[in-house]
Structures are given as structure tokens and as C-alpha cells.
Nanobody
């Protein structure tokens, strides 16, 4: 019912910026759990930013606070993740995900719908 598609990944030098986009299609509501997740080789998936639009609050991983910002364009049904001051440890495959209510923002495996992912590589 819900389809997600990420874009905007790429390779950048440390200190650079990228803006990821997630196109959302299908029926969603403000009570859906939404999030950006990333997974690096050899590591568990990590929640980068998760939110419910209705709650008006976004939860960021400590490792990205102050550097990453999640936003939405509800007119065009798009999610964005602005990533600034990128570090090599940010290198990962980034995914957007959604889960219908009733839902919880964590853990990652509770989410039903996932995009295909977009690779972010940060070199030192």
C-alpha cells in the first residue's frame, strides 16, 4: 500500500553535505511512524531520525544531533534528510521507512515499509 524510494546519496569528503530525499506514495497519515535508518557493513541498523508528524517531534541519534535535519514536504509527499558536517563514520546505506499505526518509532524491525536504500560514502 505504501511505497518509498530514496535518492540523493553519493560520495563526499569529510565535512561535506548531502540531502537525501524519500518519495512516499500510497496512503499514509500523520500517525504513521516514519524514519530514516542507516546500516554500515558489520553493524546493526541504526535509527538516524524517527518521527510521527502528529507528535511534532523528531528523535535523532546522538551521533547526528546538530548535523542532520529531517523535514517533510507534505504537498509533494516527500521526506528529506539534510546531512551536514559529514564524517567517515556516517558512511552507510540509508533507508527511509514507514509503519502504520498503532506503531512505535523503535526498533527498526517493526517498520513494515522500506525504500531500496541509497548509499552514502564519506571519505577522510
Amino acid at each position: 500500500q505504501v511505497q518509498l524510494a530514496e535518492s540523493g546519496g553519493g560520495s563526499v569528503q569529510a565535512g561535506g553535505s548531502l540531502r537525501l530525499a524519500c518519495a512516499v506514495s500510497g496512503s499514509t497519515s500523520s500517525n504513521y511512524c516514519m524514519g530514516w535508518f542507516r546500516r554500515a557493513p558489520g553493524k546493526e541498523p541504526e535509527a538516524v531520525a524517527t518521527f510521527k508528524t502528529a507528535a511534532g517531534r523528531t528523535y535523532y541519534a546522538d551521533s547526528v544531533k546538530g548535523r542532520f535535519t529531517s523535514s517533510q514536504d507534505n504537498v509533494q509527499n516527500m521526506l528529506y534528510l539534510q546531512m551536514n558536517s559529514l564524517r567517515p563514520e556516517d558512511t552507510a546505506m540509508y533507508y527511509c521507512a514507514a509503519d502504520p499505526p498503532p506503531c512505535v518509532l523503535q526498533p527498526y524491525y517493526k517498520y513494515q515499509y522500506w525504500g531500496q536504500g541509497t548509499q552514502v560514502t564519506v571519505s577522510s
